[in-house]
C-alpha cells in the first residue's frame, strides 16, 4: 500500500534530570529482542532476583522488565492485532553526568487505510492497525525501543543504573518499568510525526497529532499551519494545547488547581504572570495575602543577589513585603533564606537568561517557610523598570502568591492540556509531551520524574485519555 511509509526522525529521548485497568481491554504486545548473542537482553551475566523479577541472568531480568511494562500497557488497550515492538539494550550516549536512558517511536507509519478516522493523515502504525483490525504490516515490528546498557558503569552515570525490579522500589537507581511506560506511550502514538523544530510534515501530509495540537495565539491547529508557522508555535510555550475531548474531559479529575502570580497596582505591570515553583518553603495551596514588591538592591550594577545577609536598608526595604532579586552567584535557597531572614513574607527570584516558561527552583532546605517563585528575565526586566519609581520603603507594585479559582495546573482555564513548548525548542522533548506545569507529575511529561506511574487512566494520569482522542 503506496500510503505506508517508514518514520523519519520520530524516535523521542528521554533525559535523566533528574490502578484499575479497564476488564474488558487486550491487545496483546510482543516485545521482539533484536540483540546479538552474549549482549543485551542476551547477556548472561549471573544476576540475583530483585523486586519482584525472578530473573537470573542481566539479559533475563531486562526481558521481564520491558514484558512487565507491556503487560500494564496491553491491559489498558484494545486491539485485534499484536503490537511488535523491536527492542534492543546498546551503548548510547553518555558521560559521567548525564545520559540517555533510552528511546522509542514509531517504526511504521500508516494513513488513507480502511477505517481511518481522518483522510490524508499518518497514524502510528500499531494505532492504525488497530483501526484497520488487521495486520497492515504483515508482521513486522511497528515500534523502536532501544535502552542504554552502559547506564550505571564507569563514564555513564557511574552507580546509577537501570533498577531492574517490577515493584518501583528503585531508590537512587533509575526505574526502568516506569521509563518504559513513558518510551512505550511515544511508540503507540504520544507523540508527533511532524518535526516541530523545521514544521516540516512528513511528506507534506499532516499527523493526526497535528489535528489536535492547537496554538492559542494563531489559533490554528498544526494542520492549518505553515511550515514557518508551526516553527513559532513550537515555541509559544504554555500557549499550545491539547484539543482533544477525552483529556479536556479528564483533567479536572487529575490534576490540581494551579498555583499563580497576580501583579497589580500599576498598570503597566498588571496581571498574571508564568512562574516556575520552588522544591522547597511551603506549597503554595491556598491564596496568601497580597504584599507590595521591594527589590533587593546589593549590586554596583543595581542588581540583588541575596547571596550574603542583607544590609539594613534592603532588609527594611522588603520587611513584611515581597522581595524581588535576580538569579546567580548562589543557590536560590540561599537567597530566599536571606529574603527570610530579613523579614520577606515571599520572594521572586528573576531569572537571568532569557527564555520560558520559567523552570522551577531547585534546592533543599527545611528551614525555609515563605513561599518563592521564578519569574522569566523579560517578567523580572519589566518589573524592575517599573520599581524604579518606588521610595525607599514603597512601589506601589503588589504581589499575589495563591491558588487559581479557575485554572489547574498544566491546563489551560477551558481544563485543555498545556504541551510541552520550551522556548529555545528542545529537540526530541518540545510538543511531544504535556508541560511541565502539570501536578501532580503526568507520566508524559518530559523528564523522568522521582513518581512513579503505573496507572495509565484518569483519575491518576492522562496518558491514556490522550491516546483515546487519537483513536485508541
Ligand atoms: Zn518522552
Redesign the pocket.
Known amino acids: 500500500m503506496i500510503a505506508k511509509q517508514i518514520a523519519q526522525n520520530v524516535a ?3 533525559a535523566l534530570l533528574g490502578a484499575p485497568l479497564a476488564a474488558q481491554a487486550a491487545a496483546e504486545i510482543i516485545i521482539v529482542n533484536a540483540d546479538g548473542p552474549g549482549e543485551g537482553f542476551n547477556d548472561p551475566t549471573p544476576v540475583l532476583p530483585i523486586g519482584g523479577n525472578t530473573g537470573t541472568t542481566l539479559g533475563q531480568q531486562r526481558l521481564n522488565a520491558f514484558q512487565f511494562a507491556a503487560d500494564i500497557w496491553s491491559k489498558q488497550l484494545t486491539s485485534a492485532v499484536p503490537i511488535r515492538i523491536k527492542s534492543n539494550f546498546d551503548p548510547l550516549t553518555c558521560d559521567k553526568d548525564s545520559a540517555t536512558l533510552g ?2 517511536g514509531a517504526l511504521l507509519i500508516n494513513r488513507d487505510f480502511a477505517g481511518a478516522p481522518r483522510a490524508n493523515t499518518w497514524y502510528h502504525g500499531a494505532l492504525s492497525n488497530k483501526l484497520l483490525g488487521a495486520d497492515d504490516f504483515e508482521g513486522e515490528p511497528v515500534i523502536r525501543a532501544r535502552f542504554n546498557s552502559n547506564l550505571g558503569q564507569a563514564n555513564c552515570l557511574e552507580g546509577g543504573g537501570f533498577y531492574l525490579g517490577t515493584d518501583g522500589k528503585h531508590g537512587k537507581l533509575t526505574d526502568l518499568v516506569g521509563v518504559l511506560l ?2 512505550f ?2 511508540g503507540l502514538g ?2 508527533n510525526l511532524t518535526n516541530g523544530q523545521t514544521g516540516k510534515q512528513q511528506s507534506n501530509i499532516p499527523s493526526s497529532w497535528d489535528h489536535l495540537l492547537y496554538d492559542l495565539t494563531t489559533q490554528k491547529t498544526w494542520a492549518e499551519m505553515t511550515d514557518a508557522e508551526r516553527v513559532a508555535s513550537g515555541i509559544n510555550s504554555r500557549k499550545l494545547i491539547w484539543r482533544g475531548a477525552n483529556v479536556t474531559q479528564a483533567s479536572p479529575k487529575v490534576l490540581q488547581a494551579a498555583p499563580e502570580l497576580r501583579i497589580s497596582g500599576m498598570a503597566s505591570v498588571a496581571g498574571l504572570y508564568q512562574i516556575g515553583t520552588a522544591s522547597f518553603g511551603p506549597q503554595i495551596t491556598n491564596n496568601g495575602p497580597t504584599s507590595e514588591v521591594m527589590p533587593v538592591v546589593d549590586q554596583a550594577d543595581g542588581r540583588g543577589l541575596a547571596c550574603e545577609p542583607l544590609s539594613t536598608s534592603n532588609a527594611q526595604a522588603i520587611r513584611g513585603k515581597t522581595a524581588l532579586i535576580d538569579r546567580g552567584a548562589c543557590t536560590f535557597s540561599v537567597k530566599v533564606k536571606n529574603a527570610q531572614l530579613a523579614g520577606a513574607v515571599a520572594v521572586l527570584v528573576a531569572d537571568h537568561t532569557a527564555g520560558s516558561p520559567p523552570p522551577g527552583l531547585s534546592g533543599d532546605d527545611p528551614t525555609i517557610t515563605i513561599p518563592s517563585v521564578r519569574i522569566t528575565k523579560d517578567d523580572g526586566d519589566k518589573l524592575k523598570l517599573a520599581l524604579k519609581n518606588r521610595s525607599r520603603n514603597r512601589s506601589g507594585i503588589f504581589a499575589a502568591l495563591g491558588i487559581s479559582a479557575t485554572q489547574r495546573a498544566g491546563a489551560d482555564e477551558q481544563g485543555r492540556l498545556l504541551m510541552f513548548a520550551p522556548n529555545p525548542y528542545q529537540p ?2 518540545s510538543v ?2 504535556f508541560d511541565t506545569s502539570a501536578s501532580p507529575d503526568l507520566l ?3 523528564f523522568n520524574t522521582e513518581s512513579v506511574k503505573r496507572n495509565l487512566d484518569a483519575p491518576f494520569d492522562l496518558t491514556f485519555p490522550l491516546l483515546k482522542d487519537l483513536g485508541w
Open positions: 523521542l529521548a528521554l528511546s522509542a513513558h518510551e506511550g511515544h504520544f507523540s526530541g522533548s511531544s509531551h508524559m511529561e518530559p
